[in-house]
């Protein structure tokens, strides 16, 4: 006989979003909520040590999304890599604290029609979470459970890199959340103390005991039940076991940009002809579940460094002793790095508003898909900001195991490749400067064969060779106020009742920066609705 076990509340994800909407439900103290999460609990050692993440994403702990093969990278399948464990991204990401411009919120309104989500209306959302360690008012808060702070460990290598960054005239930034994005200079993050101050441990952890809340993990999502067009359940599998979970209030959608939208089509709602060819009985023809895809596309510029001053081999005999003796006994050292601590956000397009993030860092990332190169590098990592390509997502198989099938597309416009061509040509201009004459050996990538020029097809092929994620996909619910947005302004599903989505995937574009304090604001906002409306 199969289960059933009721809750006010079913959300389903885990991850950065699910956390904080489970946290402001369960300290409400009316309702009782089921959390639900593919991956298991946040125990791997490496997830909260700052440096070690890298070590996390050769766990259990990634899901691998592979895409069909992509004409815009000459025929490449592009990998995004998602958490798949209890705090999602924000357990296993590089914990860069980034917002995102003002103008982006606000275009949200002008350009997408999502009023209500200006940034005078986010701000004191973000504010209102943040216990910033360092930063106050204006623009930050120190009073809220999201701990953020400036790092602990400065590497020379990119105090180096921040100052040819302003050599080539990039002005310094002492907080890029602040007046202006603009600017090169040290990251804030979600680490402090020496741990990551991930969204399970800002979050769920504080109300982990509480008896409202039920957190399922290793736990997968069939499907939603309707009766009519309300949502009244959610089957699950775990341990080979099939129980379902009924919703007397609602279910939440927190799983991101890539489960979410498996989740509604895997139910019905999506493109009604997509869902016929898997033989799913359409309850509501939605033909953007799953579109809108796009991501932040990377290519790393990488050079050789003349002196062994990088982080190749600091996790290895001597250096890892050492780096170990100091974090454990001392809390301080390398350990306590987010390994990308320091970066710019730099116009390079001439409109007066940033349109590249570079990361910097003394190590430098072999191609797609491959770990640091084996020797002392360094890398500038030129990420497009407001990416215009889209591509689309749609099942694979029935299986709510499996993942969906998506066409990435990532460089799909010329505009994006056109933002990679002056973001690479810019960090060149960096690294030209005199601050890192005695610093940098052979250039890696562009190789010294690539022509940067402007026409230089070895340069495009070059690109399409070396894009990358930033793991920040997003858009496959977007939100709007016209009638064919998958969600509206309050984060509700269009076409059906007792369904919200409150993760990166309803963002109409994704913002300019990274997404995991964004996502966390997109759920407080969604607990907001949800209270207002039980």
């Not at 960090?427 to 690539?450: H, K, N, S, T």
Request: charged share 25%; net charge negative; glycine share 10%.
């Amino acid at each position: 006989m199969t289960e059933e076990l009721k809750f006010d509340y079913v959300i389903v994800g885990a991850g950065s979003a699910g956390c904080v909407i489970a946290n402001r439900l369960v300290r409400d103290g009316r309702f009782s909520v089921a959390l639900i999460e593919r991956g298991r609990m946040d125990d791997n050692r490496w997830i909260h040590i700052p440096a070690t993440y890298f070590k996390a994403h050769q766990s259990e702990d990634i899901d691998e999304v592979l895409s069909e093969q992509d004409d815009t990278l000459n025929g490449r399948q592009f990998s995004v890599p998602q958490g798949r464990v209890i705090g999602g991204g924000s357990s296993i990401n590089a914990m860069i604290y980034m917002r995102g411009q003002a103008r982006d919120y606000d275009e949200w309104d002008d350009l997408h029609g999502c009023g209500g989500w200006r940034y005078d209306d986010v701000l004191p959302v973000f504010i209102r979470q943040e216990k910033n360690i360092q930063l106050g008012a204006p623009f930050h808060g120190q009073e809220g459970q999201l701990v953020v702070a400036s790092p602990e460990f400065k590497h020379p290598v990119n105090e180096m890199l921040l100052e040819a960054a302003q050599s080539a005239g990039v002005p310094w930034s002492d907080d890029f959340n602040g007046e202006t994005q603009e600017g090169a200079g040290w990251y804030q993050a979600t680490a402090h103390a020496g741990r990551r101050q991930s969204a399970a441990t800002c979050f769920l952890k504080p109300v982990f005991g509480r008896e409202q809340l039920t957190v399922l993990t290793n736990t997968i999502a069939g499907k939603i039940r309707f009766t009519g067009r309300r949502a009244t359940a959610l089957e699950i599998e775990k341990g080979g076991q099939q129980s379902i979970l009924r919703a007397r209030k609602e279910i939440i959608l927190t799983a991101g940009s890539f489960q979410s939208p498996k989740l509604l089509m895997l139910s019905g709602v999506g493109p009604a002809a997509e869902l016929g060819r898997h033989g799913i009985d359409v309850v509501h023809d939605a033909p953007e579940v799953g579109a809108n895809y796009h991501d932040h596309v990377g290519t790393p510029v990488t050079y050789k460094l003349k002196k062994n001053i990088g982080y190749h081999n600091a996790d290895k005999g001597l250096a890892a002793l050492k780096h170990g003796i100091e974090y454990f006994l001392f809390r301080r050292g390398l350990l306590t790095s987010n390994l990308l601590a320091a970066g710019a956000c730099v116009d390079t397009d001439g409109d007066g508003r940033p349109d590249v993030q570079y990361n910097f860092a003394p190590f430098a990332p072999g191609a797609p898909g491959q770990g640091p190169l084996p020797h002392h590098s360094l890398h500038l990592h030129p990420l497009t900001m407001r990416p215009t390509s889209r591509g689309r997502l749609v099942l694979a198989t029935r299986n709510p195991d499996d993942h969906p099938k998506f066409e990435a597309r990532v460089l799909q416009t010329e505009e994006d490749l056109d933002t990679l061509r002056r973001g690479v040509r810019f960090a060149r201009e960096i690294c030209g400067q005199p601050q890192l004459r005695d610093l940098l050996g052979e250039m890696i990538w562009p190789a010294p064969d690539v022509s940067v020029a402007v026409g230089s097809n070895s340069f495009d092929d070059a690109i399409r060779k070396q894009a990358r994620t930033s793991y920040h996909p997003a858009g496959t619910c977007r939100m709007g106020s016209d009638e064919s947005a998958v969600a509206d302004v309050r984060l509700s599903v269009n076409g059906i009742e007792g369904v919200r989505v409150a993760d990166c995937s309803v963002m109409p574009a994704v913002i300019s920066g990274n997404t995991n304090a964004p996502t966390m604001m997109i759920a407080d906002r969604g607990a907001d609705f949800v209270l207002e409306d039980a």
